[in-house]
């Protein structure tokens, strides 16, 4: 199966003042064509960060990005900013997280799609070409809709219509931040049955980031599991969701609740995520886990990556200490 995607030792540092954050610490990934890589982890754990590095989003002025992000045969970090332009869009697009702050409030929905393609096709053709977009996404009487604007659209509406904007020029990669978290969930899976339709019909590849296990069950070929800006585990969606091997992962999926278990106790992670200013000494993780040891405390496992380490532990969980059903849980 052919790469799209090779992120390899990424590292994202913002300066505040005298003191650096980084909050993306060494990630190695790889993304195949054509499936979805589900990046899952809690709030603050470097996801959205992640998204925006590969597309060079950040202020560089304020940030330092080492590592290599490999697309096409080429480092798109080391890019010149005219060419990462003619990138952003046409060949990787990006669902942002809210869609209502995602468009400007004061343009029409179908003027802020036809802006992406302006530059590319005729006007005659552009229209076109944005009914159709409205079209494959399942918006209803797009002839009418292109000319709302946003707040006059549903909140599934408008999702709708945020990703027919980062679909409109057929992207080779599509990267998703939490596009489904504002949603109620009838419209979240909705939307996330309109994504495998469109990763079905034009082949599109997408990096779909979350915090919700019901959301990676459903969507997800592979999944990465993010934690303090590192990758903890990686691998199969089925073998991280049914055995996973780092006990973070296990207490994601036992704090979520699964369908037709009325009686199900409910079991917490203990604590906090760290403060990516203020990282423990060792593992990022050995403060909650009941598993640590000493060696824990004192030294870093090796992250987890798609070569040859798909879980940051040196105590990872057999397959007899796990009993989930990740793929039961509720959307």
Avoid: W
């Avoid at 869609?99 to 229209?127: W, Y």
């Amino acid at each position: 199966m052919e790469t799209a995607l090779t992120i390899e030792n990424l590292q994202t540092t913002f300066r505040l003042g005298k003191k650096d954050l980084t909050a993306v610490r060494g990630v190695s990934l790889e993304v195949k064509k054509g499936r979805t890589l589900v990046i899952l982890g809690e709030s603050g754990s470097g996801k959205s960060v992640l998204l925006k590095t590969i597309l060079r989003l950040l202020d560089e002025d304020k940030t330092t990005i080492t590592g290599k992000v490999e697309y096409n045969q080429k480092n798109i970090i080391q890019l010149p900013e005219q060419e990462m332009a003619k990138l952003r869009g046409k060949q990787i697009g990006m669902i942002y997280q809210n869609a209502l702050t995602a468009m400007d409030p004061v343009f029409k929905v179908g003027h802020q799609l036809d802006e992406v393609i302006e530059k590319h096709i005729s006007p005659k053709e552009r229209k076109k070409k944005v009914i159709q977009a409205f079209k494959d996404v399942g918006i209803p009487s797009p002839e009418e809709r292109i000319d709302a604007y946003p707040h006059e659209l549903s909140g599934g509406m408008r999702q709708r219509a945020v990703i027919a904007m980062s679909l409109i020029s057929h992207p080779d990669i599509l990267l998703a931040d939490e596009p489904t978290t504002a949603l109620d969930v009838t419209i979240q899976s909705q939307i996330l049955h309109l994504l495998k339709k469109i990763q079905t019909e034009f082949g599109t590849t997408i990096v779909f980031v979350t915090h919700d296990i019901g959301v990676a069950a459903a969507l997800a070929d592979d999944i990465a599991v993010m934690y303090a800006g590192n990758i903890v585990e990686y691998g199969k969606a089925d073998d991280v969701l049914y055995t996973p091997n780092h006990p973070y992962t296990k207490g994601l999926i036992d704090a979520t609740p699964q369908r037709g278990r009325k009686k199900q106790k409910l079991v917490s992670i203990p604590g906090e995520p760290p403060s990516l200013l203020r990282l423990p000494k060792g593992c990022a993780f050995a403060p909650r886990c009941s598993f640590a040891t000493q060696k824990c405390l004192e030294k870093a496992p090796a992250s987890a990556n798609y070569k040859s380490n798909n879980v940051a532990c040196y105590y990872p969980l057999q397959k007899t200490e796990v009993n989930t059903y990740a793929k039961d849980v509720s959307l």
